[in-house]
């Protein structure tokens, strides 16, 4: 499916005189993760290029970059989409964040920790759970996890993560009930905030690989029922 450079423009004013296809990257990869560019969708050169101001080459090399992240796929002859996870790339996403989120929470140390950050997208998720933006309550929960990494302190596990969860939002946007596949888990986000508060790391961490678990089989099953071919797109 064709797409013009919609949601892009406010993007021009982030580029300023410094453009780069990194920071063009970064805009694109934001852009996917909050839905405007679904599973499946054609980006098209002239018209994202133009809405971001910047040349075809420099584009080009940004999608590259997404690519690598395993956002994007060029298909030989009829350009570059936003790809469609398989079945097993969700599985193996779930994988990598039970072994990266419960090693961060095991390894915290003394109490207390800094919650800011968690703090506030636990408060971000129950202000769009009132609303019914259930859009919403998934990016709230996206920042959550991504708080909860950024306890570790480390620059490369944050930046790790950043791909692992944008790559998670292609599954959930191939959802048809976004309610089913968040609501439950604003409470479990508040248990796992309130556990870490009272310093009981063990806990934590416990809740935090239940929860885990729960959520790979539902997002699994939910995305089998959209998703029939488990073998990825071509790269």
Known sequence: MATTGGGLADGRALLGRTSTAERIADILRTRIAEGYFPPGTRLSEESIGGALGVSRNTLREAFRLLAHERLLVHELNRGVFVRVLAVDDVVDIYRTRQLVECAVVHDLGEPPFA??????????????????????????????????????????????????????????HMVDDPRTLHDRYLMRNRQILDALRAGERTTAERLLADYLDDSRAELVEAYADRVTDSTPPPA
């Open 115 to 172: 919650l800011d950050g968690l703090i506030e997208a636990v408060a971000e998720g129950e202000r769009h759970a009132g609303r019914g933006d259930w859009k919403g309550v998934s990016t709230a929960n996206i920042h959550f996890h991504r708080e909860l990494v950024a306890l570790a302190g480390s620059e490369r596990t944050d930046e790790l993560m950043r791909g692992v969860l944008a790559e998670l939002r292609l599954a959930f």
